[in-house]
């Protein structure tokens, strides 16, 4: 539609007319937000709704609006009737275009699924949400939503107060956490990598090179030298074991098996070695794996299985074990399962943040998270406990010779 252009005194009036109406939403605004006004009428398509601003006195209007953090309230249908300068700045939007708009406009569609229902089941303990939030420009900020109802007076209909927390900090920070732990991790396994070396390289050829040694002082003996000879022999006995152990002891600290022979081979090797050594019979079924996994992730699965095995070593007084390596969505799937006294998962946490209790859990959870994988415990009286750990397939390369080819 082609609008015809308006004679200058008309014009002139208009504009008149919109400077009057910008200044009394400029001034509503002022009032809004200095405590000055107790309630808010807001057309709608079936009539006027009527929004008492109760609770935010001018004391609380003036503390909220020197928060550091967003400060909302909504109609059920997510209208904006009330923002701090705050959420305005954090949605890089003039407040008098925040305050009366939908929270549609900052929140991704996916996010607005999740904040729906918690909306409505919001009760009096509230509830929290992470989301995305768009602002203006096309940024986003990581955020989270504390949802609380506020209505209830009779006027207000269920009325709902939002606080909106900035968590870009707190992610950066989070990110760089677990940059240090696996740069930990890594140098960790490094460190276990030299050592196991030193120990298969010197330590056992030392003890094999003495303990040949002494096979040939035991042959050289007569028997007329009976008891020099069988403690010759007991010797030898005594050396062959402790490099049997020295070995174990390498294997365990970086297993040449993994590196050469890859991940199944390497569960079999552990999980045989637990039973033999420890006593508790173990079924192992691992899928054929066609390829090598990322190395990251064979390691992450062997170490998961070594603190599980070490756990049931020394917690569970388990019976029977079973490991099951399956393929999952295109990803691998670890699950180890023990007959056990089980125990609760949860109780461990506080114990970890006052600084005690153990880290093998942790380190689990750690090597899972690094890799994109996620990981279950499940544990319940006398159904023993089970712990599940998902990977994902690897993010596909984008090769460059793939994308010369495709044009
Ligand atoms: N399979 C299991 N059966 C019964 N209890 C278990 C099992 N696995 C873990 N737990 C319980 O969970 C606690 C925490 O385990 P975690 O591996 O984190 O630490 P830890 O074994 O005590 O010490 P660390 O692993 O550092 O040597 C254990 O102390 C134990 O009480
Ligand atoms: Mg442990």
Redesign the pocket.
Known sequence: MIRKPLSRPVASRELTQLRARLAVAEETLRAICSGEVDSVLVAGKEGSDFFTLDGTGHVYRVLIESMNEGALTLTPDKTILYANQCFARMVKCPLEQVMGSSLRHFLSAGDLTTLGPLMKLADKSGSKIQVQLNARGGSKMPAQISIRPIGGDGLNRRSIGMVVTDMTEARRTEELLRGLTHRAVQAHEAERGSVALELHGHITQLLCAVLVRCQTLADRLSPRDGIAKSEALKLRAMLGKAATEVERISRHLRPSVLDDLGLVPALCDISTEFAERVGVSLKLACTTLTARLPADTELTLFRILQ??L???E???H?SHVTVRLTKHGGGVQLVIR?D????D?MK?YPNLQRGM??????SMRERVSYVGGTLTIT?APRA??EIEVRIPPPPKPTSKRATKSQR
């Open positions: 603190e599980a070490k756990n049931v020394q917690h569970a388990a023990d056990g006294i089980s125990f998962p461990n209790g153990g880290l093998g859990l942790l544990s023993g406990t």
